[in-house]
């Protein structure tokens, strides 16, 4: 009996950035140049097929599609928010849910991506945390976030994503490889054409990754703080026993040193936790130096976690002490709670479905 070939799994084109893809086409007899046309059209939205790529022969369009394909990601549910917030859940290929955020703002969309499948990090205050660490994204499903809430937008005539947090399911920094792929795709102008400007990494603090991208590429930094002191930093952020505030802070300073760019501290205020007067007058002086903006999350509640959100007094007097010190200072109001599109409420439910 004939021996079946090996299953051999076609090559994701959207795993692969524009220098990746020039090796590839080289490697499969094809001069470099059509790496650049391939790629420009697998970023271009509704594009589904190799036939659809009418700039290649038809020959070089049947042998890409036996060797390779690429994915897309199809909302498997979309929610609408009383405040104008979409959230979107993909399926991904073994079945796994992860979720995106499309938050509408005056002048521009926001899209607020995953990078993982549930998180490793545990931090106590989020629900992501809570349900445990399934997988990281490829870049494909990474990038494939933003094409398919780009085509939603298009189709809908909603406009366009302007702006990219990576503040969605999962610790951006600890899929580093898959992240870093990712955005050079995100910022490659025949990819998305994304400004550097208009994308932010947000990390719970792996301080050594964080120098580690300001070497690579010049996207914004929001880190999540969350206390000024280790006692209460280790109690709500497990990461913090193994990057304690000086390292994690001095990874900052390095960080914005050759930019001079404010990074974005962002912190959640937990009642009767960490939103004392002294915990501001702690939180300037530990800041003291970097260039710095800082946002304040009012703890987004549920019912499975421990902490509540502290009264309206508290949070503006919290707020005052840090602006009185000069620091920008912004209250960020909860968008999509409605939906569980929140920050630090994504895909408790979605792993349930
Ligand atoms: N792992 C990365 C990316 C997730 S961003 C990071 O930690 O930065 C999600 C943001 O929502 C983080 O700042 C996170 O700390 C915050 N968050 C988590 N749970 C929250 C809650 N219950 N209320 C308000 N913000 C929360």
């Not at 189709?155 to 969605?168: D, K, T």
Request: hydrophobic share 40%.
């Amino acid at each position: 009996m004939p021996i079946d070939a090996p299953f051999l799994q076609k090559v994701d084109l959207k795993n692969l950035t524009r220098d990746d893809l020039t090796a590839f086409v080289v490697d499969h007899g094809l001069p470099a140049f059509r790496a650049k046309q391939i790629f420009s059209w697998l970023y271009r939205p509704g594009i589904s097929s190799f036939a659809e790529m009418t700039d290649l022969s038809k020959d070089m369009r049947e042998s890409l599609a036996k060797e390779a394909t690429f994915s897309r990601l199809i909302p498997a549910v979309k929610e609408l928010s009383s405040d104008g917030t979409i959230k979107y859940g993909f399926r991904l290929q073994d079945g796994k849910m992860i979720e995106s955020v499309l938050i509408p703002e005056e002048d521009r969309n926001t899209l607020c991506i995953s990078s993982q499948v549930g998180c490793a990090m545990a931090c106590v205050f989020c629900l992501t945390g809570t349900m445990g660490f399934s997988r990281n994204l490829t870049c494909a499903e990474i990038v494939g976030q933003v094409c398919a809430v780009s085509e939603d937008l298009r189709e809908n005539n909603l406009g366009s994503v302007n702006n990219l947090v990576f503040m969605g399911m999962g610790e951006p920094l600890a899929n580093f490889d898959n992240l870093i792929k990712a955005l050079t795709i995100l910022l490659d102008e025949l990819g998305l054409h994304f400004s550097e400007r208009r994308i932010t990494v947000s990390t719970c603090g792996l301080a050594p990754k964080i120098i580690e991208l300001g070497q690579r590429l010049k996207v914004n930094l929001a880190v999540s703080l969350h206390a000024a002191d280790n006692e209460t930093r280790n109690r709500l952020m497990p990461i913090n026993l193994r990057y304690p505030l000086e390292i994690l802070l001095e990874a900052c300073r390095e960080f914005s040193l050759p930019r001079r760019k404010r990074i974005t501290f962002e912190y959640v205020l937990l009642k009767g936790v960490n939103d004392s007067d002294q915990d501001a007058v702690k939180l300037a002086r530990l800041l003291h130096g970097i260039p710095a903006k800082i946002n304040l999350l009012p703890c987004n509640e549920a019912p499975e976690l421990p902490f509540a959100k502290p009264n309206r007094l508290i949070i503006d007097s919290f707020q005052d002490i840090l602006k009185k010190k000069g620091y920008t200072v912004l209250i960020r109001s909860s968008r999509g709670a409605d939906i569980s599109a929140a920050c630090g409420q994504l895909a408790a439910k979605s792993s349930a479905r």
